[in-house]
């Protein structure tokens, strides 16, 4: 059985593509009986399956030319996966602390092999409504934002290395543009995949719809993220694409990567902890208030952007003579302008 | 004589460039007997011939491998030739009024055929010099700046299109590196290619080299000409980038084309209006004080940005239920928000 084209893999070829494949089947030891393969599948858009074997582990991730959690009517084209591929490989690059390590890429078959997050990793966003806290959350995730969007800025690359990636990621226009559309676009106007909690937000959602003064600074937003290629984002970093545990954390995902304002991930993060700060209400009861956990939640949100602050210009402090086109040493490296 | 790989031409090598060529031949009645060849050489980078023949005529500008008014030790790709040919055509597409037409292109020998903008036509710099008024410029330009500008931008385009145009631009790295250097880094610092009337300006050079508010508010500019991907631009707009008579306007040179702020279009030709302004003192004698021509370019800075103010906005009203992804005709096109 060859995989010379593409075709969504189920257990059973799975299992044929992992016996062909020897950066995957070594992983495992070459040994294929205690083998157990388990589909995921929580994820938005694409196929994960869990492979554990009796000495060795990996993730597998395929693409299908469409959006997993609408079906074939929502076509996707499947070269996400490459783009995914090269973001994880170069956030692993940059920051191998927080990011699972890529063992397999193919682009045939738009599958990515990749380390087991095994537990207790668990998805931020189930942590966050279980009521787990994560004291290196801050941390790790300022390291992690200051350290991918730093060294893929003008502050440290030349504008010669930096039109090359931007051109190569210009191919992953489709995910952009659904980035415009249900971040940018929908929430704005009566829109087929918009939805609330019906009828009590109605209003609420009517409001944002009509709001001018909102939807003018929207398009001033969008025409950032349109434009601006600033440093390679990951695009989606939303409390669904980092897994954790007390002590490890983990962004995956990053299939919406692409040279854009560094705000939009920053924010995204962000944004997603102040939703889950106001979620905890919900998620009160008799024996636990979550007054305390929503405490952990603010402070988390405040030590992100300083920790995030404070990493990020003590990098670019690092690196002030190097090779970053944005402010040229012989400029700018004077005792006034720091 | 075969032309299969790239060569500097002389007139000899491109009188037989021509008859090899049906493209160019047939532009002067495939007659070679009364034909002149001039090589023009006025500009900063590139080679241009004049080729006129009994019953025709036309430009060929070579671009070689170097900066032409430095010389080889200043290496430049040739393949910029490229680009401007791109972009000559696409301003061409957009303003055919005031774009010379090209009648050729090879990329191997990095070389353009294009209509010869015969006498009168002659550089609007010196025509400024020479005190010559040119009623319809501001008309003329701000047709140019507004359509080339407009039709290029997400006002118009979907982000599909415009993403594959940002990435084919990309290419032209070495020239924005070039236009990074000379605009946005070398006045603010020494440098071997800054020059100026010296002694008599050395302390307002001094004077620009060391005002750290104005090079910070520069910083901003540069990293937005760097990452900011708004329209098509010309991107050396400069009067010397434009040939005129009373009733022609024809906008050359583009090989510094790029998907970057259309400010940087209309500050470069406006700007060099305000130049040529305050030049005219310097031109000035007893038969002429230059007040009233200088009164002619001052109107003409005005009219040159209220028209382009006009003709750019109707251009969006005009397209307002279009496929330009900035402004979405669901969420934008409301009477309160027009
Ligand atoms: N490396 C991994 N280790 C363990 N689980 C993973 C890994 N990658 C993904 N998963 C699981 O699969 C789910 C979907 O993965 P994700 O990359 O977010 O896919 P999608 O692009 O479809 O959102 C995640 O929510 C997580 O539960
Ligand atoms: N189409 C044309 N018709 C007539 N003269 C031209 C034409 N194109 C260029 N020239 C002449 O050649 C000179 C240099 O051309 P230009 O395109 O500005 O080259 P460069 O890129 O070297 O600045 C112009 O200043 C003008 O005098
Ligand atoms: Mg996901
Ligand atoms: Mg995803
Ligand atoms: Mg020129
Ligand atoms: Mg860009
Ligand atoms: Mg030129």
Chains 1, 2 share one sequence.
């Not at 934002?145 to 290395?161: G, I, P, V």
């Not at 009590?200 to 709001?211: F, G, T």
């Not at 920053?266 to 208030?289: K, M, P, R, S």
Request: aromatic share 12%; net charge negative.
């Amino acid at each position: 059985m060859a995989f010379t084209e593409f075709r969504p893999l189920d257990d059973k070829s799975l299992l044929e593509y992992i016996k062909a494949t020897p950066s995957l089947s070594s992983k495992i030891g070459n040994k294929f009986d205690a083998l157990t393969i388990k589909e995921v599948g929580d994820g938005n858009l694409n196929f994960v399956y869990i492979v554990v074997g009796s000495s060795g582990s990996f993730v597998i991730k395929q693409a299908l030319p469409y959006v997993r959690c609408i079906g074939e009517s929502w076509p996707m084209t499947k070269e996400r996966a490459y783009f995914e591929a090269l973001a994880l490989k170069e956030h692993g690059q940059l920051c191998p602390d927080h990011v699972p390590e890529v063992y397999h890429f193919d682009r045939t078959m738009s599958l990515i092999g990749m380390r087991y997050l095994e537990p207790p990793h668990i998805i931020l966003r189930k942590g966050l409504i279980a009521g787990i806290k994560y004291p290196l959350l801050a941390e790790h995730m300022s390291e992690f934002m200051a350290k991918t969007l730093f060294y893929t800025s003008l502050l440290y690359r030349t504008t010669t290395e930096h039109k090359r990636n931007v051109a190569e990621f210009c191919g992953n226009v489709e995910l952009c543009r659904l980035t415009e559309q249900v971040v940018f676009s929908d929430p704005y106007k009566v829109s087929k995949f918009n939805h609330w909690t019906s009828p009590y937000l109605d209003r609420d959602a009517e409001a944002v719809r009509e709001d001018n003064t909102l939807k003018l600074e929207v398009a001033g937003l969008k025409s950032m993220f349109c434009e601006r290629a600033q440093a390679l984002i990951h695009g989606d970093l939303h409390t669904g694409s980092v897994m954790d545990t007390p002590n490890s954390t983990q962004v995956i995902d990053p299939e919406f990567a692409f040279y854009r304002p560094m705000g939009f991930d920053i924010g995204a993060f962000v944004g997603n902890l102040i939703l889950a700060f106001f979620a905890q209400d919900g998620h009160a009861h008799e024996g636990n208030d979550r007054k305390e956990y929503k405490e952990w939640i603010w402070r988390t949100i405040e030590e992100t952007w300083t920790l995030f602050h404070k990493k990020f210009t003590a990098l670019w402090h690092q690196h002030r003579d190097g090779s970053g086109e944005a402010y040229l040493p012989e400029i700018y490296n004077k005792p006034e302008l720091q």
